[in-house]
């Protein structure tokens, strides 16, 4: 059931309430002319007046207490008038604004001992009274009740949308924390790739000693290099237009060797002395993790010290953790170049989600950057 439809049935019920006491009283006018035929014009009246607080519930959202006032004071003079000005009342009751409500409180409970005591006080104007203060008192519980029930529809209704609105908040978060990890690995792969292009295109351009066949394999090696770093952005590109998960295989600390091969390839001077154990236990996040930050840890060296030997030590077992330690020489006055010190940022954050920590300094000359990530026994 949508709103608007809600709402006409609320209408049609309040003005039932307000009909059924004019139909009740109406009968009992019509018993009461049937007695006595003098009476009639006092009947017509009666019933007119009750017609006219019908009228006047249409405004009682408007104008609640004004409503709720003047059906009160009508039915001083007409009985009728009794269902439209309950009706008011705990329409304005509804609203809870007590320095309305308890005026129109006063003068209903007046109004209606006023009516009580046209034909003079006696044991039935008290009984009329009391009546009547009992369910002047029941209307007053009623329309707190409907005001509760009320605030409390709307609170869920907010507390719905709140939800709602959190739910998407986190979705956006989800997803701009995936396209983050996507824009990571995507610096991982093009700054590796990109660094060996240059040095093997700067390799070209400087070195006028190479031979023809020499010249050659640096030309296939960039052609490879250039090939490949397309494949891979595809790869990473590809994941942008899906659900957002990075395709397998991804490469862990097991293609590290290959990696290294490849940079030696290009020119790049790398020693390594790789003590892992148990290497086939290193989980496979972890893994995938020290790789890229080797991997970006080689491209930095290339770019801030380029043609300098870089020490790459790589240690750990389970229960201690896994260690990556990359220095190279750390000349005085060299540019950082595009991007200078984004990589730093970058490894930061990867070792960041894999729970682990990182330190880099200029110790004796070298740069060194210290990574330590976690891998439980």
Same mark, same amino acid.
């Given at each position: 059931m949508d709103d608007r439809t809600e709402n006409q049935l609320g209408i049609a019920l309040r003005y039932l309430c307000a009909v059924l006491p004019m139909l009740f009283y109406g009968v009992v006018l019509v018993v009461i002319v049937s007695r006595d035929r003098d009476r009639l014009a006092w009947a017509l009246a009666d019933v007119g007046l009750g017609v006219i607080g019908l009228v006047l519930i249409r405004w009682r959202r408007r104008r609640p207490w004004p409503t709720a006032l003047a059906t009160a004071l009508l039915t001083v003079f007409s009985t009728t008038a009794t269902g439209p000005a309950q009706v008011a009342y705990v329409s304005?009751?509804?609203?809870?604004?007590w320095r309305q409500f308890i005026?129109?409180?006063?003068v209903s409970w007046l109004c209606?001992?006023?009516?009580?005591?046209?034909?003079?006080?006696?044991?039935?104007?008290?009984?009329?009274?009391v009546t009547g203060t009992v369910i002047l008192g029941g209307l007053i519980v009623f329309g707190l009740y409907l005001r509760g029930r %009320?605030?409390?529809a709307v609170s869920q209704r907010?507390?719905? /949308? *709140?939800?709602?609105?959190?739910?998407?908040?986190?979705?956006e978060q989800a997803k701009l924390a995936e396209r983050a990890k996507i824009a990571q690995e995507m610096h991982d792969v093009l700054a590796h %790739?990109?660094?060996?292009?240059?040095?093997?295109?700067?390799? /070209? *351009?400087?070195r006028t000693d190479l031979t023809a066949e020499e010249t050659r394999e640096t030309a296939l090696a960039i052609q490879e290099n250039a090939h490949q770093s397309l494949n891979e952005l595809r790869g990473v590109l590809g994941t942008l237009r899906s659900d957002g998960a990075l395709e397998a295989p991804q490469p862990n600390l097991a293609h590290v060797d290959a990696l290294f091969d490849e940079v030696r390839a290009a020119g790049q001077q790398v020693e390594v002395d790789d003590t892992i154990d148990n290497r086939e236990l290193l989980p496979t996040q972890t893994g995938r993790h020290a790789y890229r930050?080797?991997?970006?840890?080689?491209?930095?060296a290339r770019k801030h010290a380029p043609g300098s030997r870089?020490?790459?030590?790589?240690?750990?077992?389970?229960?201690?953790?896994?260690?990556?330690?990359?220095?190279n020489p750390a000349p005085a006055g060299t540019s950082a170049g595009p991007g200078g010190r984004l990589g730093l940022v970058g490894l930061a954050e990867r070792t960041r989600m894999a729970g682990g920590t990182i330190s880099h300094a200029v110790q004796n000359g070298r740069f060194v950057l210290d990574v330590r990530l976690p891998w439980e026994a």
């Open positions: 304005l009751g509804t609203h809870r604004r005026p129109v409180t006063v209606l001992v006023a009516r009580s005591s046209w034909n003079g006080v006696n044991q039935a104007t008290v009984v009329s009274v %009320r605030d409390l907010e507390a719905v /949308l *709140a939800a709602g609105r959190e739910q998407l908040q986190r979705i %790739r990109i660094s060996l292009l240059s040095m093997l295109a700067g390799g /070209l *351009a400087y930050i080797v991997q970006e840890a080689l491209t930095n870089v020490t790459a030590e790589l240690g750990g077992r389970p229960g201690d953790g896994l260690r990556i330690r990359v220095s």
